[in-house]
């Protein structure tokens, strides 16, 4: 009978990833096609003739940009504030082990027209979300599911991050990772990592079948070559933690930004938020990188075109993504971050390099990986997690340096929370 048992939740487990494969992939395939048609082959179509000025060649990008948001409130408006953050999903799926099933399909669409029209965000948030409502869904309705419900929903949360990043080691990390359970976790740990064995590989082996024949799938992080390291690479390495550091908390600091947007009204504040997306983006000129897109797919063309930046652009280009991507989520137009915040930490550390070591790459792949490490560690909290993540572009040698970034990082995050005045006491002593 035990043994019956264990089967039935291996194969049960096997079914999950399956099943999350399926939907991630479809989720993808959905997205990447109906970007192509409007940003590559109807966007020529938006032309205008040769003697307007320059810029109006980008006027469709803000039309584009706008439209979407507004399509966006009006679909938030009917269908309701989704997709959550991730933060707030994993919260939710921590603290009830659960997640609620009964607005996947809005999750679903008001998602995909958000990443479809340039949000600068990535499809984490939302993918989590589906994937833990339909492992609660099967949790409560499926009596072999019944037994084990929160384990189930954590184990569908690392899944969708194991798949989406490539990477099953950061999706189990990402959810165990300084977790704190209310109870004792009612499956031993074994059996708890054979199940997200199970289910992380039957996950990317559906995503990758179905990505090989019919495509659709991320083209993942392009892997940066890193040569032999010296002494000014390792003298270096406080500033570049500390260049991460300040772009967490720059991160941090425009995540306020919600109190703003708060005051515009629904369907005004979405459309509001897609205008100034696309109007950064046509104003900012070609000195800049593009601050549409999660920024996935623009970090392998700017790996091999970086030479072509003036390097102080690199740095004000990594502050400003944090910052739309932070303008986008805060208005209503959600996703993920972890695309855009590493796609910041490489400019950032190669605009670093390249002012200090013009010409020298070597020294630029170095930088940005343990600025990266120090950025993602700052808003993460999850230093190893962070360094698993990272081994999908920088070399695995380095992961000391990267795990160090990390954790200094998140250490340098906590104390400065500490020593940070309540905001609510303080108006309170000024109101007095």
Avoid at 213 to 223: C, D, Q, V, Y
Avoid at 381 to 407: D, E, N, Q
Wanted: net charge neutral.
């Amino acid at each position: 009978m035990k043994m019956k048992n264990e089967l039935k939740l291996w194969v049960f487990c096997a079914i999950i990833g399956a099943v999350s494969g399926l939907v991630i992939w479809l989720f993808l395939k959905i997205m990447y096609t109906a970007t192509e048609l409007i940003w590559i082959d109807y966007y020529p179509w938006l032309s205008f003739p040769d003697n307007f000025p320059d810029f109006m060649y980008s006027l469709p990008t803000l039309g584009i940009c706008t439209i979407g948001g507004l399509i966006v409130g009006i679909l938030r408006k009917k269908l309701g504030d989704y997709p959550e953050e991730l933060s707030v999903v994993l919260g939710k799926i921590r603290h009830d082990k659960s997640y609620s099933y009964k607005n996947l399909l809005s999750i679903f669409i008001i998602s995909l027209v958000t990443l479809i029209m340039g949000s600068s965000v990535g499809p984490e948030a939302a993918l989590v979300g589906i994937i833990a409502g339909l492992c609660t869904w099967a949790a409560n309705n499926l009596k072999v599911a019944k037994n084990n419900a929160d384990e189930y929903t954590q184990i569908g949360m690392a899944v969708s991050l194991g798949v989406l990043f490539t990477s099953p080691l950061f999706g189990i990390f990402a959810v165990e990772e300084n977790t704190e359970y209310d109870k004792k976790p009612t499956l031993p740990k074994a059996t708890k990592a054979i199940l997200y064995a199970l289910a992380i590989g039957s996950a990317l082996g559906v995503y990758n079948l179905l990505t090989y024949f019919f495509g659709g799938g991320l083209e993942g992080f392009p892997s940066f070559t890193l040569q032999e390291l010296n002494y000014k690479d390792y003298a270096l390495v406080i500033l570049y933690i500390i260049a991460g550091f300040l772009l967490a908390k720059f991160y941090e600091l425009t995540q306020k930004l919600g109190w703003l947007f708060k005051k515009i009204p629904p369907i005004l504040r979405e459309t509001t938020g897609g205008f100034i997306l696309g109007a950064v983006e046509i104003f900012i000129g070609a000195s800049f990188v593009t601050m549409l897109f999660s920024g996935e797919d623009e970090i392998a063309e700017f790996a091999n075109n970086y030479y072509e930046y003036v390097p102080i652009f690199l740095i004000l280009s990594a502050f400003l993504k944090v910052l739309m991507t932070n303008v986008c989520i805060e208005s209503g137009l959600k996703g993920g971050h972890f695309f855009p915040l590493i796609f910041a930490g490489i400019l950032l550390g190669y605009g670093i390099s390249l002012m200090i070591f013009p010409d020298q790459i070597n020294h630029a792949v170095f930088s940005a990986a343990i600025v990266t490490a120090s950025l993602l560690g700052g808003v993460m909290k999850k230093p190893l997690a962070a360094t698993i993540l990272l081994f999908l572009c920088f070399p695995i040698h380095i992961g000391i340096w990267l795990f160090l970034a990390a954790a200094i990082s998140s250490k340098l995050v906590d104390i400065g929370k500490k020593h940070e005045p309540d905001l609510q006491e303080t108006a309170a002593t000024i109101s007095e």
